[in-house]
């Protein structure tokens, strides 16, 4: 019998256990596109939902007031309402400064004043693992702060050292591992350094005319909504320069990045698909003309056109869905992968300075005590 669903299926299934060489070019191709367009998929979803898991960590709270000068009354009045109803508040100011090292070696910085109520989510990570407020506490006539590993590589400090920031002189108490709100930016004007607040004043930076922002964050009680906070609070502060951010609309920059990175992404995965595609039509063009003499002996045993259609179509399409289901396997299976490799290295551990060179042998015979 040349005719019939059954037949052609039975042809099918012989040709390619016979020819399964031809069709690994043919797989191959296939599997690897839609593994691309699977793993991008998986990463841009991964990310969107990274970013929603964490929004109010990237934040620092539910609703976020931002100003370039001190919030005012109307603003304080609006947070102790807010306070009254359950809301735990914390005030932040961010300033660059000029660090000085004992040496007299010099670095600016982004300094960070908080308050002990900070961090309201998340958790800041430091080395030693200790409360930031305890890190920050005054010690030995100076106040505590809190470094990046950077600043104590470029001046040559170690923890434990002395910092002059201003009029004030901190003692480096740890390394600062993770923030929680370090806004993502691919430029930061400096390390960071975290103090006190009490420690800020008595740096004396902050002076008329000095580039300070002050941030307000707000931890809302479980059943009041951000949106309708922060729509009461952009309501009750009057100043325009204060700008009320709740936690679902922060960090905008990121999410930009984040969106065209995978659009990016998904553009390559679409391009390998269309090169693997143009693979496939040469894999099955070579594979078609080298079964002409099947094809004839076919036709001339009573097989008529439908039936010899039927028979590659089955072919070509078995392959592909195999192959689609096995790039899909495989581009599930790399998103970690690929998120790793995504990831920015771990902060290197702070080096310790050189020592000082040890003086060279008789430098110290001119200090000899002369003779009675």
């Known amino acids: 019998m040349t005719g019939g669903l059954g037949f052609a299926l039975r042809m099918a299934w012989r040709q390619t256990r016979g020819a399964w060489r031809h069709f690994v070019g043919f797989g191959a191709c296939v599997a690897l596109g839609v593994a691309a367009l699977v793993a991008v998929g998986a990463l841009a979803v991964s990310l969107d939902g990274a970013l929603t898991r964490e929004a109010r960590t990237l934040l620092g709270g539910d609703v976020e007031l931002r100003a370039a000068r001190p919030l005012g009354a109307d603003a304080a009045a609006a947070l102790a309402r807010l306070g009254a109803a359950g809301a735990r508040t914390t005030t932040l100011r961010e300033l660059i400064g000029m660090a000085r090292s004992p040496a007299g070696r010099t670095l600016p910085v982004e300094v960070k004043a908080v308050e002990p109520a900070y961090p309201l989510y998340g958790r800041v990570e430091t080395r030693p693992a200790a409360p930031l407020a305890s890190l920050l506490a ?4 100076a106040d505590g702060a809190v470094v990046e590993p950077a600043l104590l590589e ?19 108490t740890g390394v600062l591992v993770r923030e929680p709100d370090r806004p993502a930016s691919l430029v930061h004007l400096g390390p960071r350094v975290l103090v006190a607040a009490d420690a800020l004043a008595r740096t004396g930076l902050v002076q ?17 909504a951000a949106g309708a906070a922060g729509d009461a609070l952009a309501r009750a502060v009057a100043d325009p320069g204060v700008r009320v951010t709740t936690f679902d609309a922060a960090q905008p920059g990121l999410r930009r990045f984040f969106g065209s990175l995978a659009t990016y ?10 090169v693997g595609g143009i693979g496939v039509a040469a894999a099955v ?6 079964q002409l003499t099947t094809i004839a002996v076919l036709k001339v045993l009573g097989a008529d056109g439908r039936t010899l259609l039927a028979i590659y179509l089955l072919q070509t399409q078995a392959l592909g869905v195999l192959a689609s289901l096995a790039g899909a396997a495989l581009g599930a299976a790399a ?16 080096r310790a300075p050189p020592p000082a060179p040890a003086p060279p042998p008789g430098a110290g015979g001119g200090a000899a005590p002369a003779p009675p």
């Open 335 to 350: 998103q970690p992968l690929l998120v790793r490799a995504l990831a920015p290295p771990p902060p290197a551990p702070p």
């Open 208 to 224: 008329p005319g000095s580039r300070v922002r002050y941030r307000a964050l707000v931890r809302l009680p479980e059943g009041l």
């Open 154 to 172: 470029r001046l040559g400090l170690r923890p434990g050292d002395r910092l002059a920031l201003g009029a004030a002189t901190l003692a480096i």
């Open 265 to 274: 992404l998904g553009l390559v995965g679409l391009a390998s698909l269309l």
């Open 138 to 141: 005054p010690r030995g006539g």
């Open 285 to 290: 063009t070579t594979f078609v003309r080298r």
